[in-house]
């Protein structure tokens, strides 16, 4: 609930997915583009719902208020 986990949930997912979207823009490879945006949905599914679900069974209430209050990438509500 500070520093980065403040303004996301999943901040070195949303690194690493922006740190290879900027690689892939900066030398113009469209492919690259379109794998970045594949990989992040099947992070999403595949890592951070899993993630999740076990974080919400492990603290409970509190996972819950710091679901309602950061959002799963960026920004807070």
Known sequence: TTGV???SR???YLGGALL???IA???NL???VLAVALATIICR???IAPEERYLAARFGTAYA???ATVR???GRR
Do not use: C, D, M, V
Request: no cysteine; net charge positive.
């Open 30 to 32: 469209l492919w690259a």
């Open 5 to 7: 986990f403040a303004i």
């Open 65 to 67: 208020e710091y679901r």
């Open 72 to 74: 799963r990438w960026l």
């Open 45 to 47: 599914y595949a890592l």
């Open 20 to 22: 290879l979207l900027g």
């Open 10 to 12: 999943n901040p070195l």
């Open 25 to 27: 823009l900066a030398f």
